[in-house]
């Protein structure tokens, strides 16, 4: 029995010998031989920084004896500097703790503290309290410092500002939820909820530490005793991969896996991204393409990003647009000229340097972030989510006529817009703003990121004029394409579902061009899909950023509700020698407005006839030939509150306003009614004026007379 148990012993003694093998030798090929390191600072370093003449390698850390009262076994000097600590305005909305200073010990952020002994330059490289028993009143002697045996300026010396350096002393706190408010949405910190919690394993995650759910320190990313790039705490084949399987621990991003910035394959040609991370492609660069952990320059709110907010999507690695397949000037291999784009007359104010450093993607909590008198603001963010964002666009290719049409009539978010935040009114009035507001995490319509700022939520009640190129008045969209006016184009629902209007409420087929003359009623539209860059088809990126052409006017005919010769729109502008209208009329893009058709109502245009185009037509003193198309619509095409965008103006006890109309004299009627078998047949039978100018008088409608000042059904 005794020789049984004895077997049994050794083969257990085996198994155990076994295990300690295997382990001890993949202990081994992890690289902690700090000899091989920056941090070896004794003369055998092969560093910037080394004693002139001290050979131990550990004493510049750690002490087996009379240590400092720290963890674990602290010799260098502890820095005493007060420090300005990471904030940023996003943690603040969501609630978050954020640390005012960093600790001494045994508090929170003492760990840290250790590292900036060094990394901060205020205290003495070698500035060690005992060596071989001795304690010392002057530091070692070191090479590579400056004259006062600090730590020159360089990368590595983080200084005590660390704002720009990724948060320490924070508490890693899953457990933050953002409300949105009225929607109910909600939005995590996307913190990875499944990190180990205290200490794990060596070198499989990072590392947070006491006391629980646990503090993030210099040490949870970086280990000084490890020969691998940048004392991190996990590898990979490059530093760039390194870097974003790092960040990955901690921070999953929504959708990052089939986003564009995850995925693509552009390629840099600046070398020295790839002589740096070890890669050269937007996908192989991940996390790094935009931000950085330490010495971030995006302020105040992204303060790691590489560069000051829209910069970042300029030159992402590179120190050049030209060498970047992103969103710069000159951008190569892959990438869309954004900068281009944005840098044009009218534009969203994305490069206005008196607006930068007022973001957060956060911002739709509260109107008062969105304010334009004082907070106005248009930053790539605000309209895109870099994290989540595809490939694609919701227009495809333009027609024959080079026309740009969406691929799909839809308003639904396109792959460039996914993951945004938005807004959607809670009332639907009749031409009056809607006040208040759901606020959504994740908007599922175009035209709900819009309203962020183009709506009462974002002009505060009021209204903005741009104050850049050409003066625009920017409006209420919101009270423009309320479900409850009589008349509105399609952006937020079809037609058919447009409450406030009455049939018909869409236009014929006949009067429209593809594809929007099919399943009429119920398509609904982008608002890009009339606003967007000079020339989509041709090359430019598609959508608003930014254009030669007032409003971002885009498709075929690009101006409204002046020509380009810069007088009104007439029904004889271009017309009465060709039968049609000049290529130029915005609203040609959509609407088919061919006169020679038309004379014979085959389209049921004929409110669109040119009439006599050589009598002159005069309206507020200036003389036209043909009637001006806002003298019965409104100059802002959005809706109205009356059928068809009609605008009323001369004699009308409720006129219309600018920026709706030009003037009340211009804008000649004071009554109309819609067509209810749509056919159209002669605009005298619809339309009630007694301006001179007019010669249809007071006519009556097949459902009865006018009433002056009325509105239409």
């Known amino acids: 029995m005794r020789m049984i148990n004895l077997k049994v012993k050794n083969i257990y003694l085996g198994i155990l010998i076994s295990i300690l093998f295997i382990l001890s030798f993949a202990w081994a090929v992890v690289p902690t031989n700090v000899a091989n390191t920056k941090h070896n600072l004794s003369v055998s370093g092969t560093g910037a920084i080394t004693a002139t003449s001290e050979a131990e390698v550990c004493v510049f850390c750690h002490i087996p004896h009379n240590a400092s009262p720290a963890v674990p076994l602290w010799n260098q000097t502890v820095s005493t500097a007060a420090y300005n600590m990471y904030n940023s305005e996003y943690l603040n909305r969501a609630g978050y703790t954020v640390p005012s200073s960093l600790g001494a010990y045994p508090n929170t952020g003492y760990r840290s503290r250790l590292c900036l002994s060094c990394h901060d330059g205020t205290v003495a490289i070698g500035q060690v309290y005992i060596l071989r028993g001795n304690r010392l009143t002057s530091p070692i002697s070191m090479s590579g410092v400056t004259a006062d045996n600090k730590m020159p300026a360089s990368a590595s010396n983080l200084g005590t500002n660390l704002t720009d350096d990724h948060p320490v002393a924070i508490i890693y706190d899953t457990s933050k939820n953002i409300t949105f408010p009225g929607s109910g949405n909600t939005r995590n910190m996307e913190l990875n909820s499944t990190l180990p919690p205290i200490n794990p394993k060596p070198y499989e995650n990072v590392k947070l530490f006491s006391p629980s759910p646990g503090y993030v320190?210099?040490?949870?990313?970086?280990?000084?005793?490890?020969t691998y790039q940048k004392f991190l705490v996990i590898w990979n084949t490059n530093l760039a991969t390194?870097?974003?399987?790092?960040?990955?621990?901690?921070?999953?991003?929504?959708?990052?896996?089939?986003?564009?910035?995850?995925?693509?394959?552009?390629?840099?040609?600046?070398?020295?991204?790839?002589?740096?991370?070890?890669?050269?492609?937007?996908?192989?660069?991940?996390?790094?393409?935009?931000?950085?952990?330490?010495?971030?320059?995006?302020?105040?709110?992204?303060y790691l990003l590489r560069q000051v907010e829209e910069s970042t999507c300029f030159l992402g690695a590179s120190s050049l647009s030209t060498g970047a397949p992103?969103?710069?000037?000159?951008?190569?291999?892959?990438?869309?000229?954004?900068?281009?784009?944005?840098?044009?007359?009218?534009?969203?104010?994305?490069?206005?340097?008196?607006?930068?450093?007022?973001?957060?993607?956060?911002?739709?909590?509260?109107?008062?972030?969105?304010?334009?008198?004082?907070?106005?603001?248009?930053?790539?963010?605000?309209?895109?989510?870099?994290?989540?964002?595809?490939?694609?666009?919701?227009?495809?290719?333009?027609?024959?006529?080079?026309?740009?049409?969406?691929?799909?009539?839809?308003?639904?978010?396109?792959?460039?817009?996914?993951?945004?935040?938005?807004?959607?009114?809670?009332?639907?009035?009749?031409?009056?703003?809607?006040?208040?507001?759901?606020?959504?995490?994740?908007?599922?319509?175009?035209?709900?990121?819009?309203?962020k700022c183009h709506s009462y939520y974002g002009l505060q009640g009021g209204s903005y004029t741009t104050s850049y190129g050409d003066s625009a008045t920017i409006t209420d969209q919101a009270k423009e394409y309320s479900t409850g006016n009589k008349s509105v184009h399609p952006v937020r629902v079809g037609l058919n579902s447009q409450t406030g209007s009455y049939s018909p409420t869409a236009l014929t087929a006949a009067q429209m061009k593809s594809p929007w003359d099919t399943n009429l009623g119920n398509n609904t539209m982008y608002c890009s899909d009339c606003h967007g860059t000079d020339d989509e088809p041709g090359g430019d990126p598609k959508g608003p950023h930014g254009s030669t052409k007032k409003y971002m006017l885009k498709g075929s005919g690009k101006y409204w509700p002046y020509n380009s010769s810069g007088t009104l729109w007439t029904t004889c502008d271009y017309v009465y020698l060709t039968n049609n209208f000049s290529n130029d009329l915005f609203c040609k893009n959509c609407h088919l407005l061919d006169h020679l058709t038309d004379i014979n109502y085959a389209h049921y245009n004929g409110f669109h006839l040119g009439g006599n185009c050589t009598v002159p037509f005069?309206?507020?003193?200036?003389?036209?030939?043909?009637?001006?198309?806002?003298?019965?619509?409104?100059?802002?095409?959005?809706?109205?509150?009356?059928s068809r965008l009609i605008a009323y103006g001369f004699e009308s006890t409720d006129p219309d306003v600018t920026p709706y109309i030009i003037n009340t004299n211009t804008a000649l009627l004071r009554g109309f009614k819609k067509d209810v078998n749509g056919t159209y047949s002669h605009k005298q039978a619809f339309c009630y004026s007694t301006a001179a100018a007019c010669t249809q008088g007071n006519s009556t409608h097949q459902n009865g007379p006018f009433v002056p000042y009325t509105y239409d059904p």
């Open 242 to 302: 390194t870097i974003s399987d790092l960040c990955d621990k901690c921070h999953t991003k929504t959708n990052w896996s089939g986003s564009i910035h995850k995925t693509s394959g552009s390629t840099y040609s600046d070398s020295a991204v790839q002589s740096a991370y070890g890669a050269n492609t937007v996908s192989g660069l991940g996390c790094t393409n935009c931000h950085r952990p330490h010495s971030g320059q995006g302020s105040p709110y992204w």
């Open 326 to 451: 992103c969103h710069g000037t000159g951008a190569s291999s892959g990438g869309k000229d954004i900068q281009t784009a944005i840098s044009r007359t009218y534009r969203h104010p994305t490069t206005d340097n008196t607006y930068q450093g007022k973001h957060t993607d956060l911002d739709v909590l509260s109107s008062s972030y969105l304010d334009w008198s004082s907070k106005r603001h248009a930053e790539c963010v605000d309209c895109h989510n870099p994290h989540q964002a595809q490939s694609g666009t919701h227009n495809e290719t333009p027609d024959a006529t080079n026309t740009w049409y969406p691929a799909s009539p839809t308003n639904n978010v396109s792959n460039v817009l996914k993951g945004v935040t938005g807004t959607e009114p809670t009332t639907e009035p009749d031409w009056s703003s809607p006040t208040t507001f759901n606020t959504l995490n994740v908007a599922a319509k175009e035209y709900q990121i819009c309203f």
């Open 618 to 642: 005069v309206i507020d003193g200036t003389i036209y030939y043909g009637i001006p198309c806002v003298t019965c619509h409104l100059v802002v095409p959005h809706g109205g509150k009356r």
């Open 217 to 226: 320190e210099c040490e949870s990313c970086h280990d000084p005793h490890i």
